[in-house]
């Protein structure tokens, strides 16, 4: 069974930063593609960032280039996504996934997802 457990949202300042991270398990880590999305209230869950198996490949959204950074690390199959420079706008819940398609801003293109965290960016 397939499991993506996610960690490390919370309640964070204007400017400040977070750390999320995304446990997996059940699955061949490395030869998935692993994402983050995000939802807001009242708003669309919309692709975030996103890294290839061997981590050569890094994909963002540009609402978010330049301040977030996803990483991987294959041997605790664990995904993170360092988030500087956070703004009111950012606060959503963030979920991880995993999947196999090169079309990575596709929330299809994604199998599997974990619950979800929230993030939440005061002014």
């Known amino acids: 069974q397939v499991q993506l457990v996610e960690s490390g949202g919370g309640l964070v300042q204007a400017g400040g930063s977070l750390r999320l991270s995304c446990a997996a398990s059940?699955?061949?880590?490395?030869?998935?593609?692993m994402g983050w999305f995000r939802q807001a209230p009242g708003k669309e869950r919309e692709f975030v960032a996103a890294?290839?198996?061997?981590?050569?490949?890094?994909y963002y959204a540009d609402s978010v280039k330049g301040r977030f950074t996803i990483s991987r690390d294959n041997a605790k199959n664990t995904v993170y996504l360092q988030m500087n420079s956070l703004a009111p706008e950012d606060t959503a819940v963030y979920y991880c996934a995993a999947g196999l398609s090169l079309a990575i801003a596709t929330m299809s293109s994604y199998r599997y997802w974990g619950q979800g965290t929230q993030v939440t960016v005061s002014s």
């Open positions: 890294i290839r198996g061997s981590a050569l490949r890094t």
């Open positions: 059940g699955l061949t880590f490395n030869s998935y593609i």
